[in-house]
Structures are given as structure tokens and as C-alpha cells.
């Protein structure tokens, strides 16, 4: 399976984006999905994942600001981020388990201004 993100980009404090992640077959439908991101001199962290029946979690840092849906039918998942910070600037990652193995989309970066 191949993931594609997409949709970062330069943002201002208190602003939003919309990441998506294309699948190249009916992967979501099936299989757990995720967002991760990675900081500049940090470890790749855990953003938001969400699972083939729907149900979705969040990492503390992001709850209450960013939403994380999939559409089964056009192959997509995506990251709803509002109220961004500048401690949210990171490269984005998508990925997707199929067990034992995880698939990663390339990653798209968000940069947000103070």
C-alpha cells in the first residue's frame, strides 16, 4: 500500500489546516490509520489515529483542537487542525497497520508563526 500526504503548509497562530492522506487501495476501510509528527530535533510523536469501526483518539497535546476522519470510499483520511500552535510545527505523517507491518506516507510539513 502506498500513503500520499498532503496539505501543510505556512500558518499563522490560531489558524487551521486540513491534511489529507490518500491511500492507494481500500486500506482504511479495513485497517487502523494515524497521524504522527516530527518536530525538528525531536522523536516522531503520536498525533491522532483512528480505527476501521471509527473510533479515534488523540494525544493530550492536540484534544479539543484537531479531528481526525477517514473516507472509506475515496481512499482518504484526514487531520483537522484548528486553533494551531507554534509548538504544532512539525512534519506530518500518515500511516496505516497492517499487521506486522506499517506503511508511512511521506510527510507534510506545518509551520506555524507566532
Known amino acids: 500500500v502506498q500513503l500520499q500526504a498532503s496539505g501543510g503548509g505556512l500558518v499563522h497562530t490560531g489558524g487551521s489546516l486540513t491534511l489529507s492522506c490518500a491511500a492507494s487501495?481500500?486500506?482504511?476501510?479495513?485497517?487502523?490509520m494515524g497521524w504522527y509528527r516530527q518536530a525538528p530535533g525531536k522523536q516522531r510523536e503520536f498525533v491522532a489515529s483512528i480505527n476501521s469501526a471509527g473510533a479515534t483518539a488523540y494525544a493530550g497535546s492536540v484534544k479539543g483542537r484537531f479531528t481526525v476522519s477517514k473516507d472509506n470510499a475515496k481512499n482518504m483520511a484526514y487531520l483537522q487542525m484548528n486553533n494551531l500552535k507554534p509548538e504544532d510545527t512539525a512534519v506530518y505523517y500518515c500511516?496505516?497497520?497492517?499487521?506486522?507491518?506499517?506503511?508511512w506516507g511521506q510527510g507534510t510539513l506545518v509551520t506555524v508563526s507566532s
Open positions: 487501495n481500500k486500506i482504511f476501510s479495513t485497517n487502523d
Open positions: 500511516n496505516v497497520w497492517d499487521s506486522p507491518s506499517v506503511y
